[in-house]
């Protein structure tokens, strides 16, 4: 199926550095939201977006809907040990309702 | 609240036995969503419900995959029979409307899924 283009693929980062990632799609989305995964978990929502240039936060995170609508971005700040994981963007169309279309995933490993 | 619940949490089994994985989604969520998570494709959505009712089907591999949803607060994947490559996470996922109520902006909530192993 359809994945969304996530860069970096993998991070590798000491802590209380700040870390950015971002999705791209060949096509537009009307929703953009990112998830985490811990190993061995499902994957966790973080944030989500829904109006184009839209920016918004949750703790430490911030996340951003980019104006074309077809890409998006993550941005975690003085990053953490417990930040490790697997960072997921998802797209998703108004048209075809409930389906997500996610991306490759961000591998983040944080060292002290 | 409780969480979307699978189970079993592992499972192996033998190349051409039937497999059963279950699923309980949040309650009060009309949309639920069977993933598969393997190293080589990522997140696929194999089939998605609403209402109880299988809207798309298209991602669902082949006949030996199967999905039901017999009411709001229980479904199965089955694979029968099953195959090596079938080896892989299941996810079951549900969620519903957002606060504005519009359709294709909902948010799913993902179970701790059913890690297979088919030998």
């Known amino acids: 199926g359809q994945q969304l283009n996530q860069s970096p693929q993998s991070m590798f980062i000491q802590e209380g550095e700040d870390v950015s990632m971002n999705c791209t799609s060949s096509?537009?989305?009307?929703?953009w939201l990112w998830y985490k995964q811990d190993p061995g978990e499902g994957p966790v929502l973080l944030i989500a977006?829904?109006?184009?240039?839209e920016l918004t936060s949750n703790g430490r995170l911030t996340a951003q809907f980019g104006i074309t609508r077809k890409d998006s971005f993550l941005n975690i700040s003085a990053s953490i040990p417990s930040d490790v994981g697997i960072y997921f963007c998802?797209?998703?169309?108004?048209?075809?309702?409930?389906?997500?279309?996610f991306g490759t995933g961000t591998r983040l490993q944080v060292t002290l | 609240d409780a969480g979307v619940i699978q189970s079993p949490r592992h499972e192996v089994t033998e190349m051409g036995q039937e497999v059963t994985l279950r699923c309980k989604p949040i309650?009060?969520?009309?949309?639920l969503f069977w993933y598969r998570q393997t190293m080589m494709r990522g997140l696929e959505l194999l089939i998605y419900?609403?209402?109880?009712?299988?809207?798309?089907d298209s991602g669902m591999p082949e006949d030996r995959f199967s999905a039901k949803m017999p009411n709001a607060s229980f479904s199965t994947l089955k694979i029968q029979p099953s195959e090596p490559r079938d080896s892989a996470v299941y996810f079951c996922?549900?969620?519903?409307?957002?606060?504005?109520?519009?359709?294709?902006?909902?948010?799913?909530?993902f179970g701790p899924g059913t890690r297979l192993l088919v030998l």
């Open positions: 996922a549900s969620s519903t409307k957002n606060r504005w109520g519009l359709a294709g902006q909902e948010t799913q909530y």
């Open positions: 096509s537009i989305f009307n929703t």
């Open positions: 977006l829904y109006k184009a240039g």
């Open positions: 998802a797209g998703q169309f108004t048209g075809t309702a409930s389906k997500l279309t």
């Open positions: 309650s009060g969520h009309d949309y």
């Open positions: 419900f609403n209402n109880n009712v299988p809207i798309d």
